[in-house]
């Protein structure tokens, strides 16, 4: 891998939001963390160390028999991968590989990436209109495939797109579930499912172990704009591997770390050690963006007047060669005991907000798990309470999404009817975009 230089390196800014002010009493200390990066190659700015050299691609397309079904899915599929190859600039490394019950190099071949240009994208394309459907499915060794083809690339930022038209049923659970494991911090890989036939929780299991998106592409005609967009989106990428460190205190606690914007993801089991009290939670590849990160500590008892550190979170970046990290901004979290009452019981905007965010994905899936389960009284409640923090938080998409599943009968209480017939693309919809949040409103 190459070293990075400071020129090469977006500029990241940390800024914490929290009510620092705690009762006599009080342990529990709440922080959103917003992480800004900007100067990334998705405004132009320096690109990485040798150019778009610096990336490397592997598109992993599905090529069961259930592709066949209707006819024209495998050629949306293969032509929104000839969109997502035109899309790579020029001097990316870049593999596309047919899965079905085995995974197969489609192009180039012989583990080896091809390097895109005018020549090879043209190549590349033509081996796509070989592809046909026939076999089963078995994702596990479409990612380690992928996995061998993008270790073997001298490169920083390693990506994957994933489609997947069906269920994983020729593999056991436990051998996707080890595969993840392998690959993961290794590339991140961004999933789709496409049509209705695969299984939501699976799809959205690989993006959230991978660090990257899922969606559902109900009409394989959209898959090419979806396509263009993940590639996009990758070819903007200018750094990876950042990890967000925990260092605390001497007798702090740390309840949870996570991610709440753009998506919520859980990252506190993520934790590697990274010295006396400190961890490093990954958060994957970086361009030119913005995300939120709520931490939540629990600090000793300490009397009125007191104040303390209660954690220091940095933005770190390893040094491939094994050396010293260098460390891309901090922000500090704070604990102060006031008996000002006032001070003391006022909860900060944005820590309010991402709670009710983090609530509305969680009553969304259990509402959702309710509902398949035949529990419909347990599925309105959640799904009531869902309509009503959709409303109150200004999260527009989640409650039309909502209304496709739901009749809203007064947004501001939740009170709400479980629609008699749902169209199963609109309950996956849901389902596979519910962790999406909204950004509060400053």
């Known amino acids: 891998m190459a ?26 200390v709440n922080g959103i963390i917003t992480v800004t990066s900007t100067g990334g190659g998705t405004t132009g700015g320096v690109p990485l160390t040798g150019g778009a050299a610096g990336a490397a691609v592997v598109i992993m397309v599905d090529c069961s028999g259930s592709m066949d079904y209707p006819p024209t899915k495998m050629r949306n599929a293969r032509d929104a991968t000839a969109a997502a190859i035109d899309t790579l600039r020029d001097g990316t490394s870049f593999a596309v590989v047919g899965g079905t019950h085995v995974a197969k190099e489609v192009y180039p071949g012989n583990g080896r990436l091809a390097v895109a240009d005018a020549t090879t994208r043209a190549q ?4 796509l209109r070989r592809l046909s459907a026939g076999g089963g499915t078995a994702i596990g060794t479409w990612l380690r495939l992928a996995d061998r083809l993008l270790g073997a690339a001298d490169v920083e930022i390693r990506h994957g797109i994933l489609l997947t038209d069906g ?3 020729h593999e056991s659970p436990e051998d996707l579930k080890a595969a993840l494991d392998s690959c993961a911090g290794r590339f991140t890989c961004d999933a789709r499912g496409v049509g209705t036939d695969w299984e939501v929780k699976e799809v ?5 172990a991978m660090l990257g998106t899922a969606d559902i592409v109900a009409d394989p005609s959209g898959l090419a704009a979806d396509f263009t967009r993940m590639m996009e989106n990758a070819m903007g990428k200018e750094v990876a591997d950042v990890a967000l460190r ?3 205190p001497v007798g702090v606690e740390i309840k949870f770390v996570k991610q709440v914007a753009p998506t919520v993801a859980e990252l506190t089991d993520r934790r590697t050690e990274a010295g006396p009290r400190a961890g490093d939670y990954p958060t994957g590849s970086w361009g030119d963006e913005s995300r939120d990160y709520h931490v939540c500590v629990r600090v000793p008892e300490a009397g009125i007047g007191q104040e303390m550190l209660a954690a220091r979170v940095s933005l770190i970046l390893p040094d491939p060669a094994g050396g010293t990290p260098q460390t891309l901004s901090q922000g500090l979290v704070r604990a102060v005991w006031t008996d000002d009452m006032a001070a003391s019981t006022s909860i900060n905007p944005q820590v309010a907000h991402y709670t009710g965010q983090a609530e509305l994905a969680q009553v969304i899936q259990q509402g959702l798990d309710a509902r398949k389960s035949g529990d419909f009284d347990g599925a309105t409640a959640k799904l009531g309470r869902a309509v009503q923090l959709a409303s109150a938080s200004g999260n527009e998409d989640t409650a039309k999404l909502l209304s496709k599943v739901v009749d809203v009968v007064d947004a501001a209480t939740g009170t709400v009817r479980l629609k008699a017939k749902v169209a199963e693309a609109d309950e996956m919809t849901l389902e596979t975009r519910s962790t999406k949040t909204v ?4």
């Open 167 to 169: 269920r994983n049923e």
């Open 204 to 208: 959205t299991g690989i993006a959230s």
């Open 124 to 127: 590349a394309k033509e081996a």
């Open 439 to 442: 950004r509060v409103k400053k």
């Open 3 to 28: 070293n990075f230089s400071k020129s090469n390196v977006p500029q990241f800014s940390v800024e914490v939001y929290q009510n620092e002010y705690l009762p006599e009493g009080g342990r529990e």
């Open 246 to 248: 925990l260092w605390t």
